[in-house]
């Protein structure tokens, strides 16, 4: 009897404590799907204003979960310096509790334009604003599944920067 009234008590204070959740426990415990973006930069890049970009992405539930397409934006404070919108031609597959690279996607805007973009590499960090994942979830060896498009946004994104500036970049 003393355990049940100590049980309800605690379920009573826990439930009486203000939050501020989302309802989304990725996003309640600020991780997310995606991590560890790469950005290369080439002579190229400054003149047609396009780089080469990798990223992780990681599966928090109990089930493979295959990526086919995904839309985002990244930036800074919330200025947009990247947009892309990319269909995997091999989809990406994410093993349950587990992580992917992407592999390299080419030709990722900057939006504001590379000379303007090269300000924000000191931060070593993007926010990924509204990105929608066109994911199939419950997948085997990434066939069949349930399509579930998820969106999130995320801040301070760990990103490394590489910039390219040999002869064998020229245009």
Known sequence: MLFGSLFLSLVAL???TPTSSTGDPVVDLSIGPISDITVDISLKSLINNLVDVSFTVTNFIPAELTLDR??????????VYASLD??????LVIPFFGHENTGIIQNVLLTQGALASLEIVPLKYLDVFNTTM????????????????????Q??????YKLTLGKEDAP
């Open 134 to 153: 066109y994911l199939r979830w419950g997948t085997v060896s990434g066939a069949n599944g349930i399509p579930w498009n998820h969106t999130v946004t």
């Open 86 to 91: 990319h269909n995997f031609t091999q989809p």
């Open 155 to 160: 801040s301070d994104v760990s990103t490394t």
């Open 70 to 79: 995904i839309v985002t934006s990244a930036g800074v404070n919330n200025t």
């Open 14 to 16: 826990v439930y009486s």
